[in-house]
């Protein structure tokens, strides 16, 4: 099992930044790719961005890239996703998630809440 800690989630205006990140913990040696969902009220759960252990594979879904970065650090068992020129179609619930397919989602964290105001 892996648990996933989310953390970096606030209120932010139209235009700002945030960097959310996720520690993971228990069986983290089984070298799993990591990603982020996320879901807005009323819309369907959508995968925003991954990366595979050896960062030989980056997703970012087309409405984000160039405006989020996923990035991992092995050594702390920590995924980043540095979000940047923010604007209000991306307030949702983001969920840190891991696992050994693609997309991974065999372990999800409990969410944590990015709102943009315009």
């Known amino acids: 099992q892996v648990q996933l800690v989310e953390s970096g989630g606030g209120l932010v205006q139209a235009g700002g930044s945030l960097r959310l990140s996720c520690a993971a913990s228990?069986?983290?040696?089984?070298?799993?790719?990591m990603g982020w969902f996320r879901q807005a009220p009323g819309k369907e759960r959508e995968f925003v961005a991954g990366?595979?252990?050896?960062?030989?594979?980056?997703y970012n879904r087309d409405s984000v890239k160039g405006r989020f970065t996923i990035s991992r650090d092995n050594a702390k068992n920590t995924v980043f996703l540095q979000m940047n020129s923010l604007d209000s179609e991306d307030t949702a619930v983001y969920y840190c998630?891991?696992?050994?397919?693609?997309?991974?989602?065999?372990?999800w964290g409990q969410g944590t809440q990015v709102t943009v105001s315009s």
């Open positions: 228990g069986r983290t040696s089984s070298r799993y790719s």
């Open positions: 990366i595979s252990w050896s960062r030989s594979v980056i």
């Open positions: 998630t891991a696992g050994n397919k693609w997309p991974p989602n065999d372990y």
